[in-house]
Each structure stands twice: as C-alpha cells, then as structure tokens.
C-alpha cells in the first residue's frame, strides 16, 4: 500500500492535489484540509478471483416482479412515524439534521423510549454528552423507566463490537461528527472521517437488519455539515427545524426511498420535552375572529397533510432612497417576483415602501401556490384593507399576471371548511369537490387587485 496527500475540502468533500486559499468547487474559503489517502499499487487486483475460485454469476430480475412492502416498526410517535413513511424500515439508515438546540437528542430520546416500551431492543450511543447527562434528560422526559441500553463512546470499532454483541433493533447515534475510524488519518469531523464512519454504519445495519439513526450537525447555511456522500448513503434525510422563540418545531424529510418526500411532522416544546401536534393548521392560525390589514391566510399542502398559515405583510413608508424588503419564513427573490407583477401588471407601485412579509408560527414555505395569498397581503397592506373574513388564498402566479392552478385543491378546500372557512380566492377549476366553500376564481392577478378595491 503507499499513501498519497490530497486535500480535501470540508464544505462540499471536493479532492484537490494541493493546498489553495478557495475551493474552486464550491467557492468557500480557508477549507482545505490535508488528508492522506491510500491506494492499491497492484495493477489489474481484480482481474481474477482470489483463490482460483469462480465468483458467483450476477443474478438479474424482471422488472415487471412484485415484491412485498417492506415491514415497518411503529415508534410510537405519530408524527415522527408520518415523516418515516408509516414507521421505520428494518436494515435502513436515517440522517437527522438540525440547529443546536432544536430538540433533536430529545425527539430521538422520546423515540427510543418509547420503542423500548413497545418491546424493540434499543440501543442509544452519544458521542457528545456524558451519559450522567443522558440520564438527567430521561428523568425530565419521564422515559428513565423505558429499558434504553446507554453508552457514551466515540471510537467506531468499540461501538461496533459492542452493537455485535447487544444485536439491537434500533440504533441512534448522537452524533456521527464526533466519532472516529482507527484506520482514517483525520481528526473526528472532517470529511474523511465522517463518511468513512457513515459507511461503516450504514453497512452494519444493512448486514444485521437493524434501523440506525444518525444525528449530523448543520452549517450556517442549514446544510447537514460534512460530504454530501452520506446524504446518499442513508436511505432517509430529514432535517428538524424550528425558529428561536418559537415553542413549534417542524420534522420534515427531503430524502426517503421508503415513504413521500417533503413530508412534515409538527411539535411543539414544552417542559416535559415535545408533543405532537395532530392538527397544525388549528396552531398556525392562532386565535380566530377579523384579521386585521395585511393577513391572508394560505391554504397550503405540505406532503400529504394539509396546512393553514397565516401570512402577514407590511408595507410603510421608507425613510431612505432605497426601499427595505425583509422577509421571514419564504424566498426573497420570489417575494421580489411577486412585487415586479403587481407594479407591472396592476399599477401598484411600492418604490417608496418599505415591504416586510412574514409567515406565522415559524414555518417555512416552499410551494409556489403561495404565490397568489402573498399578493393578497401585499394588497391588503398597501390599500389598508382587510381580506373578507373567512377566506383563503392559493393559487401559483405567473410572470404575466397569469394565475395558474395549484395541485390538490380538493384537499385545501376541505381543511378550510373544517376549520370554519366559508369562501376562497382560487384559480378557475372545476366545481366539485369544494367542501361547501364558495370560489371566487381569480384568472389573473388584475382580478384580485380589483376584488380588494385596489384598481378600478
């Protein structure tokens, strides 16, 4: 074997020959670490078989074959069993990702105590807290009593071993930057290390059947930190988010091969550590009754599960040449979009506001159907007009003031009027399937503009 230095950046896991200030592959700076690498100086190694036997020919199947749906494990947590799919999956790997202090050692806490009581084999191993600290935690969650085998470790192949010889149905490491491979010449939580652990891992519960959780650690940019490679190791991502100040946190998967991707589950915090939240839309609007100005309440779908969010607009006057625009919880170029079509295509002008957009009870939107309740707000805080009571807005907007139609709009309509909506400002579609709300169609974002008493 001879061993080669490479540098390898700790952003995005590009391999570079030698040291430069910036990575050219993802522009960061300062994030070049010398690694050594090891190769095989054999040419042709595998030509042959060892030992002069023949390799088993590769088996191939049908396309067409049925299988049966993999077998799941309930975690006890509803919420936490919708993002998985309908529970965890035998042999499978998940990556959890999230801010410090967002709640993920407590969810996984929760989650192994409450897989123990259901009579799995749970074995909890952290690598970043003592397991004194461990213990405190269990008490305050009141999941001591759940039979939760503890270790606090970081050397991979102790870990290993010893998950040999306890053969658990769970696993959850906490977290997969703090452990360390022997035979990696890296500190723990470079790239080297943590994907040459990841793999490990993620080998050991594909050979023993096992579900191993992992904790990843984020960047600044909420990205799970370390190689992207792992995120295609596991067989499911999700990242647990939740704004500071904000008793509500968000699980949402973006990865998994079991179950819907984009899928959420919604807790709140409280004392005894977090609880389910079986009906969000009821949190996210808060109290019922007149919205006043600038609220629009968008009928949104996150997954499989509708939502109801209340978003809330401001536009005052600047105090500069150059106006403000500050947003929470959506994308400012789409905010930025929406601003340019109503200048445009309605004669709106904001040049001398200043436009603040906030979406309310900490939950980030992604789903172009907001487009049309953005508009809506913007209007309502422009003309100081309230939206009539009882209604909701989604619909996608097009560059030319086209309102184009938003998917599953059945599923909207009928959380709407189970929680007391009576009317909605929606894209033409057809009349069935409305739950009882009655649709007043907005073709283009023009009609909406005169709805509000904003054009003539």
């Known amino acids: 074997m001879a061993k080669d230095h490479v540098f390898t950046c700790q952003a995005c896991g590009a391999i570079w020959p030698k040291w430069a200030g910036k990575c050219e592959a993802c522009g960061e ?64 790997a998940i990556l959890i990702g999230g801010d410090p202090g967002v709640g993920k050692s407590t969810l996984l806490l929760q989650a192994a105590a409450s897989l123990a009581r259901g009579g799995a084999s749970v074995a909890y191993v952290t690598g970043e807290e003592a397991e004194a600290q461990v213990q405190e935690r269990a008490r305050r969650l009141k999941s001591a009593d759940a039979n939760v085998n503890l270790a606090a470790e970081t050397d991979l192949r102790k870990i290993l071993e010893g998950l040999k010889t306890l053969k658990p149905d769970v696993v959850i490491i906490d977290s997969i930057q703090t452990l360390w491979a022997d035979g990696v010449e890296a500190a723990p939580g470079t790239v080297a290390q943590v994907r040459a652990c990841a793999h490990e891992l993620v080998r050991f519960a594909k050979k023993s059947g096992c579900v191993v959780i992992l904790v990843g650690h984020v960047t600044k940019d909420g990205q799970i930190a370390g190689p992207r490679v792992v995120e295609h190791l596991v067989d499911a991502v999700i990242y647990f988010e939740g704004e500071r100040g904000m008793p509500f946190r968000i699980l949402r998967a973006v990865k998994n091969r079991f179950g819907p991707t984009d899928e959420i589950g919604v807790f709140e915090m409280i004392d005894q550590g977090l609880v389910e939240t079986p009906n969000p839309s009821a949190l996210f609007l808060g109290g019922a009754g007149e919205r006043p100005s600038g609220a629009a309440v968008f009928a949104g779908v996150e997954g499989s599960r509708p939502v109801l969010v209340e978003i809330q607009a401001l536009a005052a006057p600047t105090a500069y040449g150059t106006p403000r625009r500050a947003v929470v919880g959506w994308d400012s170029a789409r905010l930025a979009m929406i601003l340019a079509v109503l200048e445009t295509r309605c004669g709106l002008s904001f040049s001398g506001r200043d436009v603040y957009l906030s979406v309310a009870g900490g939950l980030r939107i992604t789903e172009p159907a907001a487009d049309l309740a953005v508009a809506a707000a913007l209007i309502s805080a422009l003309v100081d007009q309230a939206l009539p009571s009882q209604c909701v807005v989604f619909g996608e907007v097009a560059l030319s003031g086209e309102v184009r139609p938003a998917g599953r709009t059945d599923l909207r309509l009928k959380e709407a009027a189970k929680l007391g909506f009576e009317r909605a400002f929606a894209p033409p579609q057809k009349k069935n399937g409305t739950g009882g709300v009655e649709i007043t169609q907005i073709k283009h974002i023009a009609d909406l503009a005169a709805a509000l008493g904003a054009v003539d």
């Open 29 to 92: 700076w300062n994030t070049l670490v010398e690694e050594t690498a090891s190769r095989s100086v054999v040419p042709g190694a595998l030509a042959a078989p060892t030992g002069g036997k023949k390799s088993k020919a590769l088996a191939f199947v049908d396309l067409a074959g049925e299988a049966d749906p993999p077998p799941r494990l309930a975690s006890g947590i509803s919420e936490f069993d919708r993002v998985c799919g309908g529970g965890l999956v035998p042999a499978s």
